[in-house]
């Protein structure tokens, strides 16, 4: 076993980044400044779209996507039963019904076959979530959108990259959003980004986001504290001498830490405001090696398939897909046992990502979600891992499965 455990993501701060942030705090640009526009012209271009806007938060733009389309109360959206629940939870709270559709056995992406059998006279909007870096069948979608005259609305908040058909996500449907959480592959200290290419509706929320709050100077020091803290405690020295033992040590106790921690993060109010300067400086700063880093993590991802004994499951990937590996899915019996040993053997996994989302859904209706939800194992493929770090994970995931 190796002397540096392994996290199940890395959250990388840079020292550059540090010292940009500073110079900004000193000339009093934190909050204002002319990066945000800047950003949001180098964000539209990387997608292949006309606008983007950015914000505090991906959620925040989805709230804002659906506001703007100024639907009535009870009106119908779309979406996967299996996926993030602030989905189901922001539809509800815009006064909107979602209607769940069941997921794929091989991808995990909604069905699309199904999705005509849940459209009503309500029905308004389709949400195509491009789950774990991979995206769903878009061409039939839009088919199916086209036919009944839906808005279609991209769910890319883990997928910043991925591509379908030769276009990256977030560029075919009516809208987009993008989340650029401190955990994603594709971070700035928070935030979240609308992308779309209808001028009429970039207008419409364009308004809404200027009707939105500053943030705080209190607001963005809490979020550059949280995201080094983050960043210390994943980085292989601090998670193997302090986060691993403590990790391993609520596993044998049957203790769900990450789960706990996910829960109590859950309950504090999201800040919704406008995008601040410092982090569109360091959005920019990333964006000229996005394509590199995802690079890495896709060849991490191949590495860790090839090493995998036969019969090991791994999310199917088409052949017009390019899939940027959010993380690798395999599925288990049952993953929360099978990822308290991979724990034991030090290699920290994720197996509640995508949380509740299957805990009311009767599994007569969704018998996929409730499978899957209960079975996936997340495998960390960030571009940090050595290739030394993939072979040994590969040896341990062939281990545990072969038992």
Not at 30 to 36: A, S, T
Not at 115 to 131: D, F, N, P, S, V
Not at 347 to 356: G, M
Request: aromatic share 12%; net charge positive.
């Amino acid at each position: 076993m190796p002397f540096n455990k392994i996290p199940h993501n890395r959250v990388i701060v840079k020292a550059g980044e540090l010292w940009g942030i500073l110079l900004l705090y000193l000339r009093n640009q934190l909050v204002n400044g002319r990066y945000i526009s800047d950003f949001e012209a180098e964000f539209a271009r990387y997608i292949g779209v006309e606008f983007s806007i950015a914000l505090s938060s991906g959620r925040l733009g989805l709230r804002l996507i659906l506001e703007s389309l100024e639907l009535d109360k009870g009106d119908e959206v779309i979406m996967p039963a299996y996926t993030f629940y602030a989905v189901r939870e922001t539809i509800e709270k815009c006064g909107l019904k979602p209607v769940l559709v069941d997921v794929n056995e091989d991808d995990c992406n909604m069905q699309v076959g199904l999705i005509e059998g849940k459209i009503t006279i309500r029905t308004k909007a389709i949400i195509a979530t491009h789950l774990y870096g991979n995206s769903c069948e878009l061409n039939r979608i839009l088919e199916i959108a086209g036919k009944y005259n839906l808005f279609v609305i991209e769910d890319c908040a883990q997928a910043l990259g991925a591509q379908y058909c030769g276009r990256r996500v977030g560029s075919y449907g009516d809208f987009s959003f993008f989340s650029l959480e401190s955990v994603k592959p594709f971070h700035t200290f928070g935030g979240g980004v609308i992308a779309t290419n209808n001028p009429l509706l970039y207008a419409k929320l364009r308004n809404l986001v200027e009707k939105l709050p500053r943030p705080s100077c209190y607001g963005i020091f809490k979020k550059i504290n949280f995201t080094i803290i983050e960043a210390i405690l994943t980085c292989p020295f601090f998670f193997s001498v302090f986060v691993y033992p403590i990790l391993l040590g609520t596993s044998f106790l049957n203790k769900d830490l990450k789960g706990i921690a996910k829960k109590t993060k859950n309950k504090f109010k999201i800040f919704e405001s406008k995008y601040s300067n410092f982090q569109a400086y360091i959005g920019l700063q990333k964006l000229r090696d996005l394509d590199k880093l995802l690079n890495k993590r896709i060849a991490n991802a191949k590495l860790l398939i090839s090493g995998l004994r036969p019969g090991i499951f791994t999310q199917e990937v088409k052949s017009c897909l390019k899939p940027i590996f959010y993380y690798l899915v395999l599925k288990s019996g049952n993953a929360c046992m099978s990822s308290r040993i991979l724990l034991r053997k030090g290699i920290d996994v994720d197996s509640n990502l995508v949380q509740k989302c299957s805990e009311f859904l009767a599994e007569e209706e969704y018998p996929i979600t409730c499978r899957i939800s209960k079975a996936t194992l997340l495998i960390p493929v960030y571009p940090q891992l050595s290739n030394r770090e993939i072979r040994y994970v590969c040896k341990i995931i062939n281990q545990v499965f072969s038992e």
